[in-house]
């Protein structure tokens, strides 16, 4: 089901937490709501969901006006980050909610269930309580939960918020897997850029809330059109004006052109990349993602004086001062 | 942090001495006193017409106010739990009330607005022919008013607990609120709603002070049980006013019990 929010508006008392806000999802997309806490991706999900209603804007899902639809009647599926298990109901009476509320005949409720746990892989625990459970588990028991009911939409608000890092990479990817054997038009809120740009096909990047962009993960990353999602998305330099990331950074032991002389205050081995943090002749630090390789040609150690020169930069004008429409980025192209 | 094991034993102590001598031996005393002179005088005087009009009156004010106070107490208790509104902690002080004022206050109280003089809704009532105080309607709006917080105050700690992401879920899933509020609140406050049930009943049982001021005491007609006690005292039947306090105290036992049963039943 394909939504589209309209031009929405949402406070809190004196907090806005939506600031006219208007959003395209595409029917059977796996998207991200991405933002820092504050920022309004929940408020957003939770008014698509209809747990919120708009102060004043326009919600359409599969281009019907849903807006003062209860979220009752709006067929959805959520997820909520601690789970809201009904504790009181084992794994099985869990998932058949929605479809005994229903009043789906019995058996096909059993059959539902059955499927549903192969699909969450919770064999064999079908009559244990959420208490029983693991986290892990007990997130997959409640999108089982709001899967059931053949939902059009399935919307999941920070769902590996509360779980351990472990925990959390096996389900992005065992999500991205359901979403390619469920196809369902799905939306999550998460903070984590790299679970956005792990899981989902499209990103929306929120601030202070409003969007600040829209795109796949490598069109955020490459082409970011604020300074605030160039710094969100990835590491970032400055250098005057100029925002760099650490690996479009080149390190050289000789003067090159377009590069300045900087000292070496720190190298970190981080595994795979190595950390050469800088401190340039004007008093600025910035810091250069290297590879293995490059750094055992340079032999960097502390106190060497090294030329820094950026193979790729961007400027972004106004993006502070006048908002997201007055922003433009420009790329500079060094070397 | 380890209490050392002498000052854990003193703790213990005290807690013991206090409830021996506050609780369980004047309970012990009313029990031997109550048979002291044999099985015989303790039955006359609970069986006598008297004593079984009593217990049917007690039981009926317990089958009328119990059940319309645990309806109110949980709707109460989830207005000022999920709702935010104006005036939301003036509500929450009106509720308790109850606890804050003397009983025979509220007896009077209670004469003062359905007696026939002083009020337009007493006189209302007089006019109907329907009369309150010093008849069963009164005695059931006093316990009413006595037994009215003990639910809520049991409720509202349990939903604040709980939180609402259940509740939510639920509506997510297509559940209406009162589909939400049988399926998935009311499991969830069982327990809170079971102890409130409980001590109301025992206070409603129980209540001497609003009841023997609005019921007038009529033997006979306006007696509840605990009157019923005070009177055998009164007409020196000490062994016959001992065994129906002790019917009351079966009775909030019974009470206890059979509310446990139920949810035990609930949960299996």
Redesign the interface.
Known sequence: MGIAVQNVNKTFGDFKALDDVTLDVPDGSLTALLGPSGSGKSTLLRLIAGLEEADSGTVLLNGEDVTHVSVQDRGIGFVFQHYAAFKHMTVRDNIAFGLTIRKTPKDQIRARVKELIRLVQLNGMAHRYPSQLSGGQRQRMALARALAAQPNLLLLDEPFGALDAKVRKELREWLRNLHEEVPVTTIFVTHDQEEAMDVAQQIVVMNQGKIEQVGEPKELYENPKTEFVMGFVGEVNRLGDALIRPHDLDLSLTPIEGGEEANVERVSHLGFEVRVELSLANGDHAWAQVTRKEDEELQLTEGVSVYARPSRARKFQGAEAQGDDGASAEELQVA | MTVPRLSQLGIRSVVLFYLTFLLLLPVAMVFYRAFEDGFGVAWDTVTSEQGIHALQLTLTTVAIAVPLNTIFGVLAALVLVRQNFRGKAILNSLIDIPFAISPVVIGLSLVLLYGPRDTAVGQWFFQHGILIIFSTPGIVIACIFVSLPFVVREVVPVLHEIGD??E?????????WW?TFR??TL??IRWGVTYGVVISTARVLGEFGAVSVVSGKVIGETETLPLFVRQQFETFNGAGGYASALVLAVLALLTLVLMNLINRRKEN
């Open positions: 992401e259940q939510q879920a639920a509506k997510t899933l297509g559940a209406n589909q399926r998935v499991p969830a």
